[in-house]
């Protein structure tokens, strides 16, 4: 062989790929299994030889996983492992590999078991950059930045919500959400049978935008300093969700809870409420007759409502001010470890908005983190007007929100319970966020009692 001839890579399906992948996944942000010893296998495999690359579905324990793969002659922006004097590289940060990829999303190309979808052609991929920091999929900025694409690390059979809904809003010409631009599904066998599910969504991308969640924080930090600073407009806020809400509602459909509906739903309530109560027992000691209480008070729940299609994982780190000041929801996919049929099924628009109202206590709780000898007062005022003006603009586009109402409650109750779950196993020093809501949530206010009358 020459000094020149380059040698021949390992096929992608070869055992030392497969082992080469798997000692290199856990040092991912995406790898959702840290810290357990699974073995890892190979699934499937979609050539695109084109660019010397293909996409691999690995399973790991019950879990599949999409790695896309190709080999390149250096280790490029995010190398693998080097074998047999070739680099394995993550595809999702290779130029080439991703044009070969979006080729096939936007049906120029075709590959046997994947199937492109495009509403608009994406410009080509030119330079492309990964965003940092994402911990549950991959996004791609390319096409001289106005498309990004998420690759969907974990994948399940089934629809993705976040094409079939970014889909929908985007034929309904919802100008809320960036628009859809194409999809890639992928079809891999499941026993005796074949299973298909979506591999990768390609958006609008909102060049210049802010992210919500870091206006809202500055400004509560700003107000804890006594500082003047532009105040992010949370009645424009709440009136964009409820805009989407309308738009999913008419795209596709509603229908009337019914009692095994509303059954399910206090059912799921009452073992999350157990199960924050089991995991969190330190931190929730004393208020376990007020847990009490409003888990007698779930079983009073008898309707839910009106049931649609939801976001199902909205808050403020899901939003972005546009160059002309709009609002606009992102990332329709749910959360992304709950069970892709769990993510469709239709919920009350409530669960959005409460997840807006616990995000604006956790920007003025990331403000306190960062100036702890602030006035907790002040912090609980800021609050308490954004979340009035978010549900002012939202009562504009679809009417009042009862802040009594119990499924309202029960549903501010469970995210909060959840919450202080999370912070007691990750970020203790973040507890009081959402300790104080559950709190102010499961304790009756002080009965004040009238003055005699006088006569």
Same mark, same amino acid.
């Given at each position: 062989?020459?000094?020149?001839?380059?040698?021949?890579?390992?096929?992608?399906?070869?055992?030392? *790929? *497969?082992?080469? !992948?798997?000692?290199?996944?856990?040092?991912?942000?995406?790898?959702?299994?840290?810290?357990?010893?699974?073995?890892?296998?190979?699934?499937?495999?979609?050539?695109?030889?084109?660019?010397?690359?293909? !996409?691999?579905?690995?399973?790991?324990? $019950?879990?599949?996983?999409?790695?896309?793969?190709?080999?390149?002659?250096?280790?490029?922006?995010?190398? !693998?492992?080097?074998?047999?004097?070739?680099?394995?590289?993550?595809?999702?940060?290779?130029? +080439?590999?991703?044009?070969?990829?979006?080729?096939? #999303?936007? @049906?120029?190309?075709?590959?046997? @078991?994947?199937? /492109?979808?495009?509403?608009?052609?994406?410009?080509?991929?030119?330079?492309?950059?990964? !965003?940092?920091?994402?911990?549950?999929?991959?996004?791609?900025?390319?096409?001289?930045?106005?498309?990004?694409?998420?690759?969907?690390?974990?994948?399940?059979?089934?629809?993705?919500?976040?094409?079939?809904?970014?889909?929908?809003?985007?034929?309904? /010409?919802?100008?809320?959400?960036?628009?859809?631009?194409?999809?890639?599904?992928?079809?891999?066998?499941?026993?005796?049978?074949?299973?298909?599910?979506?591999?990768?969504?390609?958006?609008?991308?909102?060049?210049?935008?802010?992210?919500?969640?870091?206006?809202?924080?500055?400004?509560?930090?700003?107000?804890?300093?006594?500082?003047? +600073?532009?105040?992010?407009?949370?009645?424009?806020?709440?009136?964009?969700?409820?805009?989407?809400? &309308?738009?999913?509602?008419?795209?596709?459909?509603?229908?009337?809870?019914?009692?095994?509906?509303?059954?399910?739903? *206090?059912?799921?309530?009452?073992?999350?409420?157990?199960?924050?109560?089991?995991?969190?027992?330190?931190?929730?000691?004393?208020?376990? %007759?007020?847990?009490?209480?409003?888990?007698?008070?779930?079983?009073?729940?008898?309707?839910?409502?009106?049931?649609?299609?939801? &976001?199902?994982?909205? &808050?403020?780190?899901?939003?972005?001010?546009?160059?002309?000041?709009?609002?606009?929801?992102?990332?329709?996919?749910? %959360?992304?470890?709950?069970?892709?049929?769990?993510?469709? $099924?239709?919920?009350?628009?409530?669960?959005?908005?409460?997840?807006?109202?616990?995000?604006?206590?956790?920007? #003025? /709780?990331?403000?306190?983190?960062?100036?702890?000898?602030?006035? @907790? =007062?002040? =912090?609980?005022?800021?609050?308490?007007?954004?979340?009035?003006?978010?549900?002012?603009?939202?009562? %504009?586009?679809?009417?009042?929100?009862?802040?009594?109402?119990?499924?309202?409650?029960?549903?501010?109750?469970?995210?909060?319970?959840?919450?202080?779950?999370?912070?007691?196993?990750?970020?203790?020093?973040?507890?009081?966020?959402?300790?104080?809501? *559950?709190?102010?949530?499961?304790?009756?206010?002080?009965?004040?009692?009238?003055?005699?009358?006088?006569?």
């Amino acid at each position: 062989m020459s000094a020149t001839t380059l040698p021949d890579a390992p096929s992608f399906d070869a055992p030392a *790929v *497969v082992d080469a !992948i798997a000692a290199w996944m856990p040092t991912t942000r995406w790898y959702p299994l840290k810290g357990q010893q699974l073995d890892v296998s190979l699934e499937q495999r979609y050539d695109l030889p084109q660019a010397d690359a293909a !996409i691999l579905l690995l399973r790991a324990g $019950v879990t599949l996983l999409q790695v896309p793969v190709a080999w390149r002659d250096e280790p490029g922006a995010s190398p !693998i492992a080097q074998l047999d004097g070739r680099w394995l590289v993550d595809a999702c940060a290779d130029p +080439r590999a991703v044009q070969a990829i979006l080729d096939v #999303a936007a @049906g120029a190309r075709e590959v046997d @078991g994947l199937a /492109g979808d495009a509403t608009s052609a994406p410009a080509p991929a030119g330079d492309i950059r990964v !965003i940092a920091g994402e911990q549950s999929n991959t996004s791609i900025i390319g096409g001289d930045g106005t498309w990004i694409a998420k690759v969907f690390r974990v994948v399940s059979p089934g629809d993705n919500p976040d094409v079939v809904v970014t889909g929908a809003l985007t034929r309904a /010409g919802c100008r809320r959400v960036p628009h859809l631009l194409a999809s890639l599904a992928g079809t891999w066998p499941a026993g005796d049978a074949f299973v298909t599910g979506h591999l990768l969504a390609v958006s609008q991308f909102v060049a210049g935008a802010d992210d919500a969640w870091e206006l809202f924080r500055q400004h509560a930090l700003a107000t804890l300093r006594g500082e003047q +600073r532009d105040l992010p407009d949370a009645r424009a806020l709440g009136a964009a969700v409820a805009t989407v809400h &309308h738009d999913l509602a008419d795209a596709l459909g509603t229908a009337a809870a019914t009692e095994s509906d509303t059954l399910r739903f *206090v059912t799921g309530l009452e073992q999350r409420l157990a199960w924050a109560r089991e995991q969190a027992a330190d931190a929730l000691a004393g208020i376990d %007759e007020g847990l009490d209480a409003a888990a007698a008070r779930l079983r009073e729940i008898t309707s839910i409502g009106e049931l649609q299609q939801i &976001h199902g994982d909205l &808050h403020l780190g899901q939003v972005l001010r546009g160059a002309d000041g709009g609002w606009l929801l992102l990332d329709f996919e749910g %959360e992304p470890l709950r069970p892709m049929h769990e993510r469709s $099924v239709r919920e009350p628009t409530l669960r959005d908005v409460v997840g807006m109202l616990r995000s604006f206590d956790y920007a #003025a /709780g990331s403000a306190l983190q960062e100036l702890p000898d602030a006035d @907790g =007062a002040a =912090a609980g005022d800021w609050v308490f007007q954004r979340q009035s003006e978010f549900l002012a603009g939202y009562a %504009e586009e679809a009417g009042p929100v009862d802040p009594d109402d119990p499924v309202l409650r029960a549903l501010l109750l469970d995210k909060a319970l959840y919450e202080v779950v999370y912070e007691a196993r990750n970020r203790p020093t973040w507890l009081p966020v959402p300790l104080e809501a *559950v709190r102010a949530l499961v304790t009756p206010p002080p009965r004040v009692t009238p003055p005699p009358l006088v006569e």
